[in-house]
């Protein structure tokens, strides 16, 4: 059974904290995503990996960074977490060249910051 | 405009009534159609992709796609509470790159 999996199901920071995202896939996936997700605007993308060490800025990237260390693990960044990035953070994976591109997502991570 | 547009709703449906969910998009280069289902507190699964135009069927699910309009829909007979659900559209383009919608929060009540 795939698995997609996010460290931290829920997250209260305070402003200017830096915050670590965890996600962590075991289907050998080459490509993996971070979105967030909020009311009325869907699933807006952060940062993909199509490799490791490996990044590319998706629709949303300012105020986050990302780390692709190892294959299986793609890390989000909040270096000084606002409150405009309270959120939900969705991990997703992708085997490359895959024809549909169907992505596997993980559970999420809320997060509030106050 | 965005790329996909989706009617966040929310729905609010009886148990047995056919539920109708829809989408449009604006850029022609795809080369899927996808319908995720996402419950409460957890992430989006696959429900249904589709490539060409017409209906594609799933037990209680179809899958509609009318390129001509550039309109999608996911039609779901004799809905239960089990459905209860956001239903997100998606369409994956020839670059790579997936759009969603926003989604459609569905209640099925019994």
């Known amino acids: 059974d795939v698995k997609v999996t996010q460290s931290s199901r829920y997250l209260v920071k305070r402003t200017g904290e830096k915050v670590f995202l965890e996600c962590v896939q075991d289907m050998d996936h080459e490509n993996m995503f971070w979105y967030r997700q909020d009311p009325g605007l869907g699933l807006r993308l952060i940062y993909f990996?199509?490799?490791?060490?490996?990044?590319e800025k998706g629709d949303i990237p300012e105020g986050y960074s990302v780390s692709r260390e190892k294959k299986e693990r793609f890390s989000l960044i909040l270096e000084s977490a606002s409150t405009n990035q309270t959120s939900m953070y969705l991990c997703a994976s992708r085997l490359a060249g895959g024809n549909t591109g169907e992505l596997f997502f993980g559970e999420g991570s809320r997060l509030t910051v106050l | 405009q965005k790329e996909v547009e989706q009617d966040p709703g929310p729905l609010s449906v009886p148990e047995g009534a056919i539920v109708s969910l829809n989408c449009t998009y604006s850029?022609?280069?795809?080369?899927?159609f996808m319908w995720y289902r996402q419950y409460s507190r957890k992430g989006p699964e696959l429900l249904m992709y589709t490539y060409s135009s017409g209906n594609k069927e799933d037990g209680r699910f179809t899958a509609q796609v009318d390129k001509s309009s550039k309109y999608i829909s996911l039609f779901i007979r004799d809905s239960q509470p089990s459905d209860s659900a956001t239903y997100l559209c998606?369409?994956?383009?020839?670059?790579?790159?997936?759009?969603f919608g926003a989604g459609t929060r569905l209640t099925v009540k019994p």
């Open positions: 850029n022609s280069a795809f080369q899927y």
């Open positions: 990996s199509y490799d490791v060490k490996m990044k």
């Open positions: 998606a369409i994956y383009f020839n670059n790579n790159d997936m759009r």
